[in-house]
């Protein structure tokens, strides 16, 4: 691979310059043939296209994409942004022919993308327990697990939510600083989906405050006969864990109502008489990952129409 490095005599960035291109070819593991062009004249200048020293150009192509549409050719400094040498991204680019991305996006994806796998992994002990009884799988001590660690999972997500959006900001002052040429449409881009990330990093994050709202199964008793129970739970970490424990126990034949509550730490199960024993309900609740103790109360009524 050529690598050029246009010059007038004595021009104080080029040895910099050099040093630059050497470093991003070692570190790129890329073998180049370096030459130096003295351009001398303005006659030179204009035969070699040249935008001021130095410019840089792999294999006759300027490494700036900017620079197909100039055509202020002389003898000047050429300035980069608020430097006198490429910066070493622009001179990446120009060597692995891959395009020039100030924003460098690629770390402000994955910064995003940690962001909102630590926020989903914060709300686990809720949503968790749900997909597991939703699969039939038990999900005991589930809740319990994730509970202690969820502070951990938001700080982290908050934290590369907020490295991903000073990277990507980061990227559009160097763009400028550099004179580089920039995709204000990549840009609005990168921006749209940092405000998607920080909307759906939120909505996992709290989910366990509207999850019983949301997936609740809360069911009218319609049968004639029907006996209500209510436990104790020990294990519910939110309002979100009262999904899960009414998922569990609507799966049971002959239940036709379930309605736990985090705050008074029960579940009221109302079930056709002699359809389902205490043991059956006790154990559907250790399969959501709780424990039940009780019942409490126990009353038969018949006629019902509607939830009391």
């Known amino acids: 691979m050529r690598v050029e ?3 007038f005599d004595d021009c104080p ?32 200048a204009l035969r070699e296209r040249f935008l001021g020293s130095p410019s840089v150009r792999v294999d006759g192509v300027d490494i700036d994409p900017s620079a197909a549409g100039r055509s202020d050719f002389g003898l000047s400094c ?41 926020a989903i992994l914060s709300s686990a002990c809720c949503w968790l327990p749900l997909v597991l009884v939703a699969l039939g799988v038990s999900a005991g001590g589930v809740a319990l697990a994730f509970e202690p660690l969820r502070p951990w999972f938001i700080g982290i997500a908050v934290m590369l939510l907020g490295f991903g959006i000073w990277w990507t ?14 995709s204000r449409r990549r840009v609005a881009l990168n921006r749209g989906m940092l405000g998607l990330s920080v909307l759906g990093m939120a909505a996992f994050i709290f989910f366990p405050q509207y999850a019983g709202n ?25 309002t979100g864990c009262e999904a899960g424990i009414e998922a569990a126990l609507l ?6 109502r379930a309605d736990a509550s985090y705050e008074r730490e029960a579940v ?22 709780y424990a039940a103790t009780g019942p409490e109360a126990i009353r038969s009524k018949s006629g019902l129409n509607g939830a009391p």
Not at 14 to 39: C, F, N, W
Not at 169 to 182: D, I, K, L, S
Not at 251 to 256: A, F, N
Request: glycine share 12%; charged share 20%; net charge positive.
């Open 5 to 7: 490095i246009l010059q």
């Open 13 to 44: 960035n080029v040895g910099p310059t050099i040093e630059r291109v050497k470093r991003v070819a070692a570190s790129l593991g890329v073998e180049i043939d370096l030459h130096l062009v003295l351009v001398a004249t303005h006659d030179d």
């Open 78 to 118: 050429r300035v980069y942004g608020r430097e006198g040498s490429p910066p070493e991204a622009m001179i990446a680019a120009g060597i692995t022919g891959k395009p020039f991305d100030p924003v460098q996006s690629k770390g402000q994806g994955l910064a995003t993308s940690g962001a909102l796998l630590a």
């Open 169 to 182: 900001e980061r990227g559009v002052r160097r763009a400028h600083a550099c004179g580089c040429p920039m």
């Open 214 to 238: 949301v997936f609740g199964q809360r069911a009218a008793v319609r049968a004639r006969d029907t006996q209500l129970v209510t436990f104790h739970v020990e294990g519910m970490t939110c």
């Open 251 to 256: 799966k049971l034949p002959g239940v036709t």
């Open 268 to 289: 009221t199960v109302g079930f056709e008489s002699g359809a389902v024993s205490t043991a059956a309900l006790i154990g559907a609740v250790a399969q959501a990952g």
